[in-house]
């Protein structure tokens, strides 16, 4: 039954027009509109997520140094204090 | 200077900010999908601009693009204050951005109802459509950035501005202003 079932699907399917790359565009202007956009948008996120990445790297190392810098000048104001 | 906290650390961003920069992450997503959206329309029409409909005011809004950028300038101005902690300098640049922001936002008001009047509605085409639906986002955009602009300023004014209500306010007019340009040149050009 299912063997029918399987072949009566395969005899009965068609082609899906759903790439609007190769089946949407109808002139080669829009062509090259659907692959430049979709590039756009692909690498866009990625570029945005790269710098984002990028800058909370910069500052967690700006922002660490100079903490430690704070933790080390408290230390010695403590150890003066106590002298 | 912020103190350290329990753990011997300081925060890398005011919260503040940190949440503007997430909301503007995806509103660059949002800008992105229009752009593309109206290229591919552009690509597809016999002609463009599609016959019948008015030309947009290039050199007009060329001009009052300056005004928006000028604003920018400013803002960079009030922020450079900002961070040295000279509240009183960074009164008079601050003003000024809001005034020139709040001039853009008016000009292009204008520009709508003078293009409404020659017939370029959201209907009358895909030019109309693509025009006040990309310049409508952006002008809300603005209006909401020219709003908290003006809480920071009122904030300022009482000596209660955060870092993180200002780096919030001017991170979205930053986007804002950013982003103008490159709609000027996809849509008006």
């Known amino acids: ?83 | 200077m912020e103190p350290l906290g329990e753990n011997g650390r300081s925060s890398m961003m005011p919260n503040g900010l940190f949440g503007m920069a997430i909301f503007i992450v995806a509103e660059l997503m949002l800008f992105a999908g229009m752009i593309s959206a109206f290229f591919i329309v552009k690509a597809a029409a016999p002609s463009w601009p599609p016959p019948g409909q008015p030309r947009l005011p290039i050199e007009a809004t060329a001009l009052n693009s300056l005004v928006l950028l000028a604003s920018g300038f400013f803002l960079i101005q009030a922020h450079r204050a900002f961070h040295r902690g000279d509240r009183d300098s960074m009164r008079r640049p601050l003003l000024l951005a809001l005034a020139l922001g709040s001039f853009f936002v008016i000009f292009q008001g204008s520009e709508w109802v003078a293009l409404l009047g020659q017939g370029l509605t959201l209907t009358s085409s895909s030019l109309g459509s693509f025009f006040y639906l990309v310049v409508g986002v952006h002008g809300i955009h603005a209006a909401a950035a020219l709003i908290l602009l003006a809480i920071a300023t009122v904030r300022l004014r009482r000596g209660y501005l955060s870092p993180g209500f200002f780096g919030a306010a001017e991170a979205l007019w930053f986007f804002v202003v950013g982003v103008w340009p490159v709609l000027y040149m996809v849509v008006y050009l």
């Open chain 1, 1 to 83: 039954m299912l063997a029918i079932v399987v072949v009566a699907g395969a005899l009965l399917a068609d082609a899906a027009s759903a790439c609007t790359v190769c089946l949407g565009a109808q002139t080669e202007a829009s062509r090259k509109a659907f692959v430049g956009t979709t590039a756009f948008l692909t690498f866009l996120p990625l570029m945005v997520v790269g710098g984002i990445i990028a800058l909370f790297v910069r500052r967690t190392l700006a922002q660490e140094a100079l903490d430690e810098s704070r933790r080390a000048g408290d230390l010695d104001a403590g150890v003066e204090s106590q002298g």
